[in-house]
């Protein structure tokens, strides 16, 4: 029955139906599966197809929000219920929109993936300055620094970015992701940025890549 | 071939014909432009006395180009602009409301702004929409001025029909903040197809006033709307068959009919594969014809789509070899796209995107040079 049960929280967050998931959960609990068992197998195996389906453009951004917003809704019923030893996490991330730059759709879908990936993310918003970013290294202590910019004319704000990380001397304490419409793999390397993906699912590769 | 004048060589290239060489299109449409502060150096690098840019496209900083930078470069296009979004009102926080409702934000170093505010973020309900206060279709304001402008160029250059921005899709989103109106779009289908209607009917209404009042000067009509990104679009082809293909058909039935000019719409990203549903809903002209996009290289686009669809755009890539490239990289950017999309007509060169600040003037000017080269048939 567990497993049948496990299976109908995972097709409820892929399909986006918040209220199945969380149906779904609290059944579970009820019949007695650990909180952190329901978050492993259930949630973020669930967001790891959605990663796969985005990918490969079986589903597109609405149905990558919904099935994040179920993720979200059933995260909520779990987390209160587990103590810090319990809570697994694939690594921490500083995420943010660099300076100069006030878009953040595509920074927001990458949080979500990263999230349901058992990642936890510290987003720091929008037009973030280097400054900030070493700030933010400083206090959340992170594996990563994600780094978006949807503009030509805000990308060389990342290059500072990286700088101001190696003058703070931190830049080996992070792996440093980019990503966002003008960006590219020839980029990354130019600026000595640690990886690049394409689309948010692929993010969630380079972590796991890196954190192995 | 007998001489022809700007407004027949756009006339020949969108009927599929080949005209004395490739028109050329600066600024007819807030996609096509430059950033103010590139106008004022290309005047400085022309030794012109620059008198102060008219920015239509507030949010982009993007000029209606001066007369001219137009007849230096040998511009066949001429924009005629409604007033989209302004009045534009100041809050006491330094942000905008604009005519929609719309609040906007300058970024930081005020080279663009972005939304800030959605007007129907919290609406819940089909009621709410009926509670929205719609701008009016029938403002004068958008017209101001513009009839004088019309006639100035009316006959010599082709005219374009610009100002009824990202008309279904992209405003949507706007009015309800993207995220939301995308899952309303997976989740609250009754309420997405609602606002999709009242958008349709509202455009319907503000596209049959405007053309009926200049339309007798338009060569053009363009629309927008944005709905894909660097690799895919936005939502699901099927997706928008549903919801958003059938109002912009409504519309832009409407647009070609009441005005007898062909459409042209602005659709960034990596759009192929509704491509053919925009070829059937009546889209004569495409526009910007991303190259860096996904699925979108001159190649294929022009071996599917050529004698079905007008490239309008796609000169040369805007996010990397116009704002780095070398002049050498340019040129052959322009040439090689040149080649590929100009047989049988149905190419208008411009660059991929408007002109952004960061752009060397030296390559603005490399990139003109180079049209003229190769522009001719």
Redesign the interface.
């Known amino acids: 029955m567990k497993m049948s049960e496990i299976n109908i929280v995972k097709e409820a967050t892929i399909a986006g139906n918040m209220e199945k998931t969380v149906e779904a959960v609290e059944q579970l609990l009820a019949d007695g599966m650990a909180p952190a068992d329901i978050i492993q197998t259930g949630l973020i195996e669930a967001m790891a197809v959605v990663g796969e389906k985005f990918k490969s453009n079986e589903i597109y951004v609405p149905e990558m929000l919904i099935a994040a917003r179920a993720m979200k809704a059933g995260l909520a019923k779990l987390k209160p219920l587990m103590v810090d030893e319990e809570i697994e996490t694939l690594a921490t991330v500083v995420l943010g929109t660099v300076k100069g730059d006030l878009h953040d759709i595509g920074k927001n879908l990458v949080g979500i993936m990263m999230e349901g990936a058992g990642c936890q993310v510290i987003d720091l918003g929008v037009d973030i300055t280097p400054e900030k970013f070493v700030e933010g290294v400083k206090t959340h202590r992170p594996q990563f620094v994600g780094l978006s910019a949807l503009l030509t004319t805000t990308m060389p704000a990342m290059k500072d970015t990286i700088d101001a990380l190696s003058e703070a001397g931190l830049r080996k304490e992070v792996k440093v992701l980019i990503g966002g419409a003008p960006v590219t793999q020839k980029y990354a390397d130019e600026i000595n940025a640690d990886g690049y993906a394409d689309n948010a699912a692929e993010v969630v590769d380079r972590i796991k890549t890196m954190s192995a | 071939m007998e001489d022809i004048n700007s407004n027949q060589r756009v006339k020949k290239t969108l009927a599929f014909g080949e005209p004395d060489r490739v028109p050329l299109d600066i600024g007819s449409i807030n996609n096509t432009s430059m950033h103010v502060q590139i106008e004022e150096k290309l005047f400085e690098y022309l030794g012109f006395s620059y008198p102060g840019g008219e920015i239509v496209s507030r949010e982009q900083q993007a000029v209606v180009p001066n007369d001219r930078i137009l007849e230096y470069f040998g511009a066949d296009t001429r924009s005629i602009y409604i007033s989209d979004m302004h009045p534009w009102t100041e809050q006491p926080d330094g942000t905008f409301i604009d005519q929609w409702g719309l609040g906007l934000?300058a970024?930081?170093?005020n080279?663009?702004f972005?939304f800030?505010s959605h007007p129907l973020a919290s609406a819940t309900s089909i009621s709410d929409l009926d509670r929205y206060q719609w701008p009016d279709p029938y403002s004068e304001n958008r017209l101001a001025g513009l009839e004088d402008r019309a006639r100035k160029y009316a006959g010599q250059y082709c005219l374009v029909l610009e100002g009824f921005r990202e008309s279904i899709f992209g405003l949507a989103s706007w009015l309800r903040g993207?995220?939301e109106f995308?899952?309303d779009?997976?989740?609250r289908p009754e309420f997405a197809h609602a606002l999709l209607d009242r958008l349709a009917d509202f455009q319907i209404e503000l596209t049959s006033f405007v053309i009926e009042r200049i339309g007798q000067y338009i060569d053009v009509v363009k629309v927008a709307d944005d709905i894909g990104?660097?690799?895919?679009?936005?939502?699901?082809p099927d997706?928008y068959r549903e919801f958003i293909k059938p109002r912009q058909a409504a519309l832009y039935k409407n647009i070609r009919e009441k005005s007898g000019c062909p459409l042209l719409l602005h659709a960034c990203g990596s759009i192929r594969a509704i491509i053919p549903d925009l070829i059937e809903i009546g889209v004569d002209a495409l526009n910007p014809i991303q190259v860096s996009a996904k699925g979108m290289d001159p190649r294929s686009l022009k071996e599917t789509f050529g004698g079905k669809i007008t490239f309008w755009g796609g000169g040369i890539d805007?996010?990397?070899v116009l704002?780095t490239g070398t002049p050498q990289q340019i040129e052959e950017e322009v040439h090689q796209n040149m080649e590929i999309f100009k047989p049988g007509g149905g190419y208008i060169f411009s660059q991929v995107h408007n002109i952004?600040?960061?752009v060397p003037v030296e390559n603005v000017v490399t990139m003109f040079e180079a049209y003229k080269k190769y522009a001719a048939y």
């Open positions: 934000r970024s930081p170093d080279t663009y972005s800030c993207m995220t995308y899952m779009l997976a989740i990104t660097q690799r895919s679009l936005m939502i699901s997706m805007t996010q990397e704002p952004t600040h960061d």
